[in-house]
């Protein structure tokens, strides 16, 4: 078979290359001068600065990267997600790894090897046999499912705070939740912002049912406004957004918001002596998440936690007194009030070195393989995305169990599965 790169993914790879290329820049020259770097510097005795031998080993990676998912045969819901780790796991980890010349090679491996797994498993076919409802039947469960679910969250009313829609009473009111919410809040409140109603909210668009789609986006800013999790408006926008446009224009626009952001940065770094952008958007999103993961195998190594915060005294009792997030904080940061999340990749080698690495990654990867055939519309990207985003400075468990994760898997087999033929073939 005859493989060739259509013009869609051409325009692809090239702002592909062209993003790495801006955010190395924009990373040496100016992201790492910021204040995380310059403690974990001082802490090390060492400094960031360009290694050219360790950039070009990089850049012979990544472009190998960006060629091979460009050029293969594969279904076009695997290509997006394995677009979206190269942009935000494979680019930040290879540009960190290239400026610091204490951090093991094993940071970005462990971020490549994520990457190659994704690409083997879209080889292979994850089959569920479960009997699908249709799309009508499905958009109807999926909004009696939410009515439903909701309802234990009606006690907290008098929780409600609209000076969180000024952003003004976020923390105090989150705190408040936390301190009267039980078991089921605790774990379904992720769902239902980021995963449920969204996905009603993607049936109610397609369907044109204004009522449904008013009530879905109420019942999101009723969690928004006695629960104060930012995720709530960042989801329901991430699923707006996606909700247009096949999955390569989705990467495209990706890509060029990206490439736009880190020129904007550069420029108001440059010519107004201004951080603000780079440090909000690049620097949060794209490069800290690999900074941390570099602490935390730094950290870690050989000092594994063998999953004790998770399952308790099964393979090894919790050394700490507080969590790991805490710990880093303190001991990298100098503050246990700063909450140093890890994500997928240390999260695995913080349990078990590199094999805790791969058993992430293996988990993970089926999760995705799975989804990919299931032939959903890709209407609901944006769900996904929001996943993707999860693991990235979230634990395995966190992602599947409080982010609902294994919810998602849920939904997708039982409401999404075979949307794509009618969702995209068909107008209402």
């Known amino acids: 078979m005859k493989i060739t790169l259509k013009t869609e993914k051409y325009k692809i790879l090239k702002l592909f290359l062209v993003s790495y290329l801006l955010l190395s820049y924009a990373y040496f020259k100016i992201i ?11 802490l090390k005795n060492e400094k960031f600065s360009f290694d050219f031998g360790r950039y070009l080993v990089v850049s012979i990676a990544i472009i190998l990267c960006v060629f091979t998912i460009c050029y293969i045969n594969q279904k076009k819901f695997i290509f997006s997600i394995q677009a979206i780790v190269l942009l935000l796991f494979v680019i930040p980890s290879g540009i960190t790894f290239s400026s610091y010349k204490i951090i093991e090679p094993s940071v970005f491996i462990g971020h490549l090897l994520f990457l190659v797994t994704l690409i083997l498993f879209s080889r292979i076919k994850i089959i569920i046999p479960i009997k699908k409802l249709t799309i009508k039947h499905s958009y109807h469960s999926l909004f009696i499912l939410a009515l439903i679910g909701m309802i234990p969250f009606l006690k907290y009313w008098y929780l409600v705070n609209l000076n969180n829609l000024l952003l003004i009473d976020i923390y105090k009111t ?49 969690l928004f406004l006695f629960g104060a999790q930012k995720s709530v408006f960042f989801g329901l926008t991430i ?30 770094s440059l010519l107004l002596n201004s951080d603000l952008i780079l440090i909000y958007t690049i620097r949060r999103v794209f490069m800290l998440p690999s900074l941390l993961d570099f602490v935390y195998f730094d950290f870690f190594n050989e000092n ?63 999760f995705y393989s799975a989804i990919n055939h299931l032939n959903i519309s890709n209407k609901f990207f944006g769900l996904y995305f929001l996943f993707t ?39 209402i």
């Open 304 to 366: 594994y936690l063998y999953w004790s915060e998770v399952v308790g005294d099964i393979f090894k009792t919790y050394p700490y007194s507080e969590n790991h997030s805490r710990i880093i904080g303190e001991v990298y940061f100098n503050s246990s009030e700063i909450s140093a999340n890890n994500g997928i990749i240390s999260d695995g080698y913080m349990n078990f070195g590199m094999l805790g690495v791969f058993l992430n990654i293996l988990v993970v990867s089926a």
């Open 174 to 222: 989150r705190d408040l939740f936390s301190n009267v919410g039980n078991l089921y809040t605790a774990y379904t409140y992720s769902w239902f912002s980021i995963i449920i109603i969204p996905a009603l909210i993607v049936f109610s668009i397609f369907y044109k049912n204004r009522i449904v789609l008013l009530l879905s986006i109420a019942m999101l800013i009723f």
């Open 239 to 268: 699923v707006l957004i996606f909700y247009y446009k096949d999955y390569l224009q989705k990467i495209k626009y990706v890509l060029v918001g990206t490439l736009s952001i880190v020129v904007l940065g550069i420029i108001s």
């Open 389 to 427: 985003i999860a693991i990235l400075s979230s634990s395995l468990s966190t992602v599947l169990l409080t982010h609902g994760g294994i919810i998602l898997l849920f939904i997708s087999i039982i409401f999404l599965k075979d949307s794509k033929f009618v969702m995209e073939n068909y107008k």
């Open 32 to 42: 790492s001068t910021f204040w995380y770097w310059n403690k974990i510097a001082i």
